[in-house]
Each structure stands twice: as structure tokens, then as C-alpha cells.
Nanobody
Framework: QVQLVESGGGLVQAGGSLRLSCAAS????????MGWFRQAPGKEREFVAA????????YYADSIKGRFTISRDNAKSMVYLQMNSLKPEDTAVYYC???????????????WGQGTQATVSS
């Protein structure tokens, strides 16, 4: 079992930055691939970024590539999403998730946080 708690969301102007954090419980954090997903109002949840167990392999959605950075600290059981050059279309609830598999498909993720709202004003 893994419990995930996101934090760091908020309201920011376009062009600004936010850093999302996800705290994981349990002693097996380093055995999970970690991902960030987001869901905008009226839209389906979509993949944002994922990072492998040791942080060697990283994947990004095309829409955020070059602006967002995913990272993890296995010693602290934390995963982060640094979001720069934010746009109004980045407004969404952002979810942290854990998977035994390397995947961009939300169906592969077993554990989810409750989400944190990020709102970007124009």
C-alpha cells in the first residue's frame, strides 16, 4: 500500500511558476514508477510526466515539454513537479500516482493522491 499526498498548488499568473510536491508513505517508494497527471474542467484526466524508480528515465507530455520538470527523492519518499512558464491552459487538478510499471497510461497506476489545484490566470 502506498498513500500519496500532493501539495503546492495555488493561483499564479501566466508566465509564473509552481512547484508541486507529492509525499509518499511506505518503505517501498523506490520500487514504484511515479507519475503526474492532470484534469482540467470538463476534460479527461491526462498524462503529464513520469519518472522511473531511480530517476534515470523520464517522460513528458508534448504539451509541457521544456516547461515542466519531474524529479524524485527516494530518501525522502518525495516526487516533485516544477512547473515554469505556466499558461492558462495548464489550469487543472494535478494528481500524483504510483505504478509498478513504466507507463503513460493512467490505468497502469495503482495508487493516487487526492489532487492539488493549480490555477493560472491570464
Amino acid at each position: 500500500q502506498v498513500q500519496l499526498v500532493e501539495s503546492g498548488g495555488g493561483l499564479v499568473q501566466a508566465g509564473g511558476s509552481l512547484r508541486l510536491s507529492c509525499a509518499a508513505s511506505g518503505r517501498t517508494f523506490s520500487s514504484y514508477y511515479m507519475g503526474w497527471f492532470r484534469q482540467a474542467p470538463g476534460k479527461e484526466r491526462e498524462f503529464v510526466a513520469a519518472i522511473s524508480r531511480m530517476g534515470i528515465n523520464i517522460y513528458y507530455a508534448d504539451s509541457i515539454k521544456g516547461r515542466f520538470t519531474i524529479s524524485r527523492d527516494n530518501a525522502k519518499s518525495m516526487v516533485y513537479l516544477q512547473m515554469n512558464s505556466l499558461k492558462p491552459e495548464d489550469t487543472a487538478v494535478y494528481y500524483c500516482a504510483a505504478s509498478r510499471l513504466s507507463s503513460k497510461d493512467e490505468g497502469a497506476y495503482d495508487y493516487w493522491g487526492q489532487g492539488t489545484q493549480a490555477t493560472v490566470s491570464s
